[in-house]
């Protein structure tokens, strides 16, 4: 089945620790998103790619790094997670009739 | 600022109801319109589309939209307990790839 998949599901990390989580996805989708989600709150954009085109949320940390290799697969880096990156990480492809699908998404845990 | 309003709820509905979930907007030249579904710690799930003035239905679900008026909604006919969870309406505008979310309605079906 087309889907789209995040490595890992749970990532615990320690304060000040640099992190990298991954999002592959069969759909041969174009545009490629992440997004932070915190409890009861909607998810916020941090960043989309429309294939290597890269646009940045002008309220995105600079901590917030994110590469797209090839079509397939986005990494996010979080280079100095603090207590405040503790969050569920969405990823999220579209095509041109713009249906968004999410992956399972990673919950980062910061110590 | 773009926004998109929801009724944070909890809407609470009997087994079997119709339930009714409203979202408004307030850009408009919107032109793509989204209802998800998220249960708690999962990510969000696509479950209608909406591109044009009506009514357009799926199984128990109807998606409404009215731009003049900018609002959207979402009907569950015969309510089941597995529906329970947070609904969350996204708009797309015109010749972009970014969604904008409401921070959902949770939903309670009380069986």
């Known amino acids: 089945d087309a889907m789209v998949i995040q490595n890992p599901r749970y990532q615990v990390t320690q304060f000040g620790k640099p992190v990298t989580l991954s999002c592959s996805q069969t759909?041969?989708?174009?545009?490629m998103y992440w997004y932070q989600q915190k409890s009861s709150q909607a998810p916020k954009l941090l960043f989309h790619y429309y294939d290597k085109d890269f646009n940045n949320e002008a309220d995105t940390p600079d901590n917030f790094q994110s590469r797209r290799p090839n079509t397939s697969f986005c990494f996010l880096d979080i280079r100095s997670p603090g207590l405040g990156d503790a969050a569920m990480y969405l990823c999220?492809?579209?095509?041109?009739?713009?249906?968004?699908?999410f992956g399972p998404g990673t919950r980062l845990t910061v110590l | 600022q773009k926004e998109v309003e929801q009724n944070s709820g909890p809407l609470s509905v009997p087994e079997g109801a119709i339930a009714s979930l409203n979202c408004t907007y307030s850009?408009?030249?919107?032109?793509?319109f989204f209802w998800y579904r998220q249960y708690s710690g999962k990510s969000p799930e696509l479950i209608m589309s909406?591109?044009?003035?009506g009514d357009k239905e799926d199984g128990r679900f109807t998606a409404q939209l009215n731009k003049a008026s900018q609002y959207v909604s979402l009907l569950i006919r015969d309510s089941q307990p597995s529906d329970s969870a947070t609904y969350l309406c996204?708009?797309?505008?015109?010749?972009?790839?970014?969604?904008?979310f409401g921070t959902g309605t949770r939903l309670k079906v009380l069986a």
């Open positions: 759909l041969n989708h174009n545009v």
């Open positions: 850009d408009r030249v919107s032109q793509s």
């Open positions: 999220a492809t579209s095509s041109d009739d713009n249906e968004q699908f």
């Open positions: 909406i591109y044009s003035n």
């Open positions: 996204a708009v797309i505008g015109s010749g972009t790839y970014k969604y904008i």
